[in-house]
């Protein structure tokens, strides 16, 4: 793993560690090797958006023979995730900071992800806002290249307009199959989906998967 020589961990307490759930690339303009990103060649899952890290970190500790890659833009935010996963020693986590869209489509290979999330986007419900949406046909297409054979976009939203939005996305990339999702007990939720559920709001899902 890389260390920023300007790292936004710099003065953590927990910076030692942290530095090395915190990926930064050499060069941003070049595909990433998995072996630069894992210590283990396991089954790789991003979690586009990973806001806080509580689905990250807890799905890479009941999974540790998968890897873990959560991808956001926002300072804070990369701070807490690798904070926490520093603090419990998950070494099948890494953060990188950066567009979800760019590191779809120009950073991971094709053909490398087994699992993509995409777990409650920001909706966009303004009309002039609506282009800002994450999930659109050419994010879909790019995913479906990320993908191994096999492999899955999983995407909730509590935003019944936008989960609307996404369905008209999702019928102009056939290549996708559209399967069940099934109720998975190690599964975890993110802070987001706890609220809702426990505000008794529905949650909207959808599981495409690559032949």
Same mark, same amino acid.
């Given at each position: ?31 990433? @090797? ?22 990250? @970190? ?24 690798? &904070?926490?996963?520093a603090h419990q ?41 609506? &282009?800002?949406?994450?999930?659109? $046909? ?17 995407v909730k939203t ?28 190690? $599964?975890?939720? @993110? ?15 959808? &599981?495409?998967?690559?032949?």
């Amino acid at each position: 793993m890389t260390s920023h020589p300007e790292s936004i961990l710099q003065g953590d307490p927990l910076s030692a560690a942290a530095e090395q759930v915190h990926f930064v690339p050499k060069d941003f303009f070049q595909r990433i @090797t998995p072996a630069s990103l894992f210590p283990k060649d396991q089954p790789l899952e991003v979690d586009l958006g990973c806001g806080e890290g509580a689905f990250l @970190t807890a799905m890479a500790a009941r999974h540790p023979e998968r890897n873990f890659l959560g991808v956001e833009r926002l300072v804070g935010r990369v701070r807490n995730v690798c &904070r926490i996963a520093a603090h419990q020693r998950l070494t099948n986590v890494r953060v990188i900071r950066v567009e979800n869209s760019y590191l779809v489509e120009h950073l991971l290979p094709p053909g490398s992800v087994n699992t993509a999330w995409v777990l409650f986007p920001d909706p966009w419900p303004k009309r002039y806002h609506h &282009r800002r949406r994450l999930v659109q $046909e050419p994010f879909l297409r790019q995913v479906f290249q990320m993908l191994a054979p096999g492999g899955e976009l999983c995407v909730k939203t509590d935003d019944q307009p936008y989960f609307l939005w996404m369905e008209n996305a999702f019928s102009q990339v056939p290549e996708f199959q559209r399967v069940e999702w099934l109720p998975d007990p190690n $599964e975890a939720i @993110t802070n987001f989906e706890r609220r809702f559920l426990n505000q008794g709001l529905p949650i909207y899902r959808a &599981r495409l998967r690559k032949p």
